[in-house]
């Protein structure tokens, strides 16, 4: 929908009128139904260093729609701006002009109406020259936006410039001047000034604001608070103001969902003076003790993750090691279990090789796990935008697990032994430690087992997203000790061992069974490809698998026939790596679900827009590589008597597919406290998502519908 909107505003976009030292561009405006947004510029004694240069995106709003300020209040988003300069010109912030507050049902926003411009001072560097022979600079500048009425649509557009170096621009001098004069003032916060007793003083619940140093012609007059930092205060609700001499002194309460604890409570207050807005800017040195605060995300108040009892980190690690444990019992993880029943039969009457094997298995799976962690916490810490699960988002890594299970399954059906391909060295190894075996298999447990999500595991990763690494990593670690915990403690236990049976002809016949498996795994891979990839990137895969069998089958030839199948099989499996492989790689828009018209495909803002007029929204968080969503899909989310329930409630069911990595989505599962999948949320306008558990029932569904 979002690639439509854009399609349909970039077809209504209208060429610039010539103006005095700008050249014409048809990439200066940008039109929408909601929204006219033009960028201009402002450099009345030219381009260069020292001299006034501002750029500005002016957003005219059709009566009702209005977009967001840098604080957009209870929902929203403020709008953004990504500059494209020539070398020696920097953009510096915007100077946001002053907000009005914006009520939409029990909500408060903060935002524009009518027309409004955001202007960016230019810096040109001393040394700047403009491109050789050309007396003009290209500017560019995508901005992306959300304007909202009773419904939300996110939009974006794309604009360019070309601005004369030496000549004057103030065609949109008037815009300008007025936009600049009327920024707040900034208070003095030296010591020597008026404002020294300005502060905030933490009481409770509550904010208690003292503020010197306003004009005296603001003195008695009721003002207007915005407070810059998101999810401070409660921006809806009520809250007394009141003079003392020439001190204004405000009580305003706390934000239930705060998820700050700032030093310093930067405010804007705005009165009105003759008939015209004033507004001041004070840093108020934040006095007390914060009280614990409840969110740990940035999200919107109508989308904050649920009040819970605080969960603890040694709370946490229980609901991992829970979490773990029952990751057993998932579909994705029994193919490797397999491999481990095989190896504890093999070794059923060496207790000592059991025990180390258990060791290294357990060592393998904690270790992967603290891997995995690791890796996403360091990601995430470079401003990636990763959750659980995050490998499988890449095409290239679901064709090689593909390819992996596939020669498995050759390898315990009998088509060759790894002996035939591995270095004798590598073999060698092998068998004086035994163990490193083991060691793998619980690496190759963890590949497979961590895109699944069991019960208790969502919440604990959730909040290893927010803790310091050490605390994280022991969530993670928590996690892999439950999935390795009954294999380890049976090799533990002599009682089970004698209850194997001896070894014998049935291990031959387990082993050539447990290829199937194996053979399962791989399609079920190859049908998350084709989520990411479409038919041809699966049909590219299966081509891929059956020349890489080929490649296997010819293992078992000997003489001259070996090494020339050989040579032949590995030429066309290369060709076609190198023909075929785009194809696994390439993305395509992933199609609508066909189980159920009711479902629509979740997008930002979307569900911002439906609460807005007023209607409940159940969201699927899921993925194609998720087997815990996709059967939650086949049973609980297609029973019919629960989609009549829904509607009859008037609910809109939508689906967020984060089978391709998707930031958007990610950060939809931050703000519910969570970071992998599946996710079940139930939204009701004014109240805090209802989030149910990973295998919901009919029946958690239908409790919670029955709130609405």
């Not at 969960?311 to 491999?339: D, E, K, R, S, Y």
């Not at 490998?391 to 596939?406: D, G, K, M, R, T």
């Not at 060698?428 to 208790?456: I, Q, W």
Request: proline share 7%; glycine share 10%; hydrophobic share 50%.
């Amino acid at each position: 929908m979002k690639a439509a909107l854009l399609l349909a505003a970039g077809a209504l976009i209208s060429p610039a009128l010539a103006q005095p030292g700008i050249a014409a561009g048809a990439g200066s405006v940008f039109k929408t139904d909601q929204v006219r947004a033009e960028l201009m510029a402002h450099a009345p004694d030219g381009l260069g260093a020292g001299k006034p240069v501002w750029l500005g995106l002016q957003l005219a709003h059709q009566p009702g729609w209005h977009t967001y300020w840098k604080n957009p209040g209870d929902s929203g988003l403020p709008t953004v701006l990504r500059w494209e300069l020539p070398t020696g010109v920097s953009a510096g912030d915007i100077a946001w002009p002053l907000p009005q507050r914006i009520s939409i049902g029990n909500l408060a926003n903060y935002g524009f109406e009518a027309s409004a411009l955001l202007a960016v001072p230019l810096r040109i560097a001393a040394d700047f020259k403009p491109p050789p022979g050309s007396d003009q600079i290209a500017v560019r500048l995508k901005a992306s936006w959300l304007v909202c009425k009773q419904e939300c649509i996110p939009q974006e557009g794309e604009f360019a410039l070309s601005l004369a170096v030496h000549e004057s621009i103030a065609v949109h001098r008037d815009v300008f001047e007025a936009t600049l004069d009327a920024q707040p003032h900034t208070l003095a916060q030296d010591a020597a000034s008026a404002t020294a007793a300005s502060a905030v003083q933490i009481d409770g619940q509550t904010l208690k604001l003292s503020v010197q140093g306003l004009p005296a012609s603001l003195r008695g007059r009721q003002l207007a608070l915005f407070a810059e930092t998101p999810e401070l205060i409660e921006t809806a609700a009520p809250w007394t103001q009141s003079w003392a001499g020439g001190i204004w002194n405000a009580r305003i309460p706390l934000s239930s969902h705060r998820n700050s604890s700032p030093d310093v409570m930067p405010v804007l207050l705005v009165g009105e003076v003759g008939g015209r807005a004033q507004g001041y800017r004070a840093e108020l040195k934040v006095q007390g003790d914060w009280p614990a605060a409840s969110g740990e995300v940035r999200g919107a108040s109508a989308l904050t993750p649920p009040d819970a009892v605080p969960m603890t980190l040694w709370v946490a690690m229980v609901g991992a090691l829970l979490g773990g444990l029952i990751l057993n019992l998932m579909p994705c993880v029994f193919p490797v279990l397999a491999i481990k029943l095989l190896a504890f039969a093999r070794h059923a009457g060496d207790r000592r090789a059991q025990r180390a094997s258990g060791a290294a298995y357990t060592a393998g799976v904690v270790g992967s796990f603290l891997a995995l962690g690791l890796l996403m916490l360091l990601l995430r810490g470079t401003g990636e935008s990763l959750g659980w699960g995050f490998q499988l988002q890449n095409p290239a890594v679901v064709a090689a697990l593909a390819a992996l299970f596939s020669l498995m399954g050759l390898n315990l059906s009998g088509m060759f032994e790894f002996g035939q391909i591995l270095p004798s060295g590598l073999l060698g190894l092998r068998a004086r430690n035994p163990a490193a075996d083991s060691f793998l298999s619980g690496v190759l447990a963890v590949a497979v087992a961590a895109p699944c999500s069991a019960p208790f595991m969502g919440a604990s990763i959730g909040l290893a997203a927010t803790l310091p690494a050490t605390e994280a990593l022991a969530i993670f670690a928590a996690i892999g000790l439950g999935l390795a915990l009954p294999y380890l403690a049976a090799s533990l236990m002599p009682g089970l061992a004698r209850a194997l049976p001896r070894p014998g002809a049935w291990m031959g016949h387990l082993r050539q069974f447990m290829a199937f498996p194996m053979f399962a795994t791989a399609v079920w891979l190859v049908w998350v490809l084709g989520q990411q990839s479409g038919i041809d990137g699966a049909a590219a895969l299966l081509a891929l698998l059956v020349a890489l069998a080929c490649l296997v089958w010819t293992l078992a030839l000997s003489g001259r026939t070996r090494v020339i199948s050989m040579a032949l099989a590995a030429t066309g499996l290369a060709a076609l790596v190198w023909g075929l492989g785009p194809y696994i790689v390439r993305p395509v828009t992933p199609a609508a679900d066909g189980a159920s018209t009711a479902w629509g495909s979740w997008e930002p803002g979307r569900v911002e827009q439906l609460l807005a007029g007023q209607r409940p929204v159940f969201v699927d968080f899921s993925a194609a590589w998720c087997v815990t969503c996709q059967y939650n899909k086949q049973t609980t989310l297609r029973d019919p008597k629960l989609l009549a329930d829904m509607a009859a409630k008037n609910v809109v069911l939508l689906r967020a597919d984060w089978t391709r990595r998707d930031p958007a989505i990610t950060d939809a599962l931050r703000q519910l406290g969570r970071n992998g999948v599946p996710v079940y949320a139930l939204y009701q306008s004014g109240k805090a998502p209802v989030l149910m558990s990973e295998i919901p029932s009919v029946a958690e569904v239908r409790s919670a519908l029955a709130g609405l």
